[in-house]
C-alpha cells in the first residue's frame, strides 16, 4: 500500500475535524460559578428539584445520603454493585446493566459514583438509556482529590474527570450545565482528608472563598473553571 500525498490530507482533515468537533462540544457546554462556594445550597435546590418533578427515580450508590428524605416512600429506587445490609434495592453493574429498565427512570442522581466505575463512558451512555425522554439526571464527579477506594478494594477509584472530559461524556445529554467545585487555591487544601470534616463542616465555605481572594491577589489569576476540585453536572435527556 503506497501512503500518497493525497491520502495523508485526507486523514489530517479528518483529525483535523474531529477536533474541532471536539472544540465545539466543550466550549458550547453551559458552566455556572455560582455555586462554587454554596454545595449545600446545590444540592438543596436540585435534589428538592428531584423529588418535587420526577415521579420514579434512580439513586445510584444511594448517594443523596441525608437528602433521602425528601423523596416519598416508593418514589425511590437505590442501586449498587455490592450488596449492603438494608440497602440497595437492586445490585446492578451501572457499566453492564442487567436488571434495571431502559428508560423507566425520570430523574437519575448518580454523585461521586463514576469515579469508582470501570468504564465511565459505558455508565454514562447507560445513564442516558435509563432515563426516560425529558428527565434529568444530577452527577458530581471529582478532578483534583485525592484517591478513596477501600483497602479490601470492594470500591476502586479508577478515574478523575476535567471539565473537558466532562462535557465530552455528557454530549448525548440536552441543556447541559457544569457547576465547578471550590476555586483554584482552596481545591489544594481539599486534597487533604481532614479539611471537609474538621475545617469546612465549623466555617462552612466561606474559609474556601477566602483562600481564594487572598491567593488572586498574589496570583493575578483566578482559574475556577478548570481546576476545581470537582464539578456538579445537570442535564436533560
Known amino acids: 500500500f503506497v501512503y500518497t500525498s493525497t491520502w495523508i490530507e485526507k486523514l489530517n482533515d479528518s483529525a ?28 438543596d435546590e436540585k435534589i428538592g428539584f428531584i423529588a418535587k418533578n420526577c415521579s420514579n427515580v ?55 459514583v463514576i469515579e469508582h466505575v470501570y468504564a465511565p463512558h459505558l455508565a454514562v451512555d447507560n445513564i442516558h438509556k435509563l432515563l426516560s425522554d425529558d428527565g434529568y439526571c444530577l452527577i458530581h464527579v471529582p478532578f483534583l482529590f485525592r484517591y478513596h477506594g477501600t483497602d479490601d478494594l470492594s470500591l476502586q477509584d479508577y ?44 466555617t462552612g465555605q466561606s474559609i474556601n472563598k477566602g483562600i481564594d ?7 493575578r489569576r483566578d482559574d475556577k473553571v478548570r481546576q476545581a476540585s470537582g464539578y456538579y453536572l445537570w442535564a436533560k435527556k
Open 16 to 43: 483535523q475535524s474531529t477536533n474541532l468537533d471536539l472544540i465545539k462540544i466543550i466550549s458550547e457546554t453551559n458552566i455556572d460559578t455560582n455555586y462554587l462556594y454554596e454545595n449545600d445550597k446545590f444540592l
Open 58 to 112: 434512580l439513586d445510584v450508590g444511594k448517594c443523596t445520603r441525608s437528602r433521602f428524605s425528601l423523596f416519598k416512600p416508593k418514589q425511590v429506587t437505590t442501586v449498587d454493585i455490592n450488596q449492603y445490609e438494608g440497602y440497595p434495592d437492586v445490585v446492578d453493574d451501572l457499566c453492564n446493566i442487567t436488571k434495571l429498565k431502559w428508560g423507566a427512570y425520570d430523574g437519575i442522581i448518580c454523585m461521586s
Open 159 to 202: 478515574y478523575r474527570f476535567s471539565r473537558d472530559g466532562l462535557a465530552y461524556l455528557f454530549r448525548d445529554f440536552n441543556d447541559v450545565t457544569i457547576f465547578p467545585i471550590r476555586g483554584s487555591h482552596s481545591t489544594i487544601f481539599n486534597l487533604f482528608k481532614f479539611w471537609k470534616p474538621k475545617v469546612e463542616k465549623y
Open 213 to 219: 481572594t487572598i491567593a488572586r491577589f498574589f496570583s
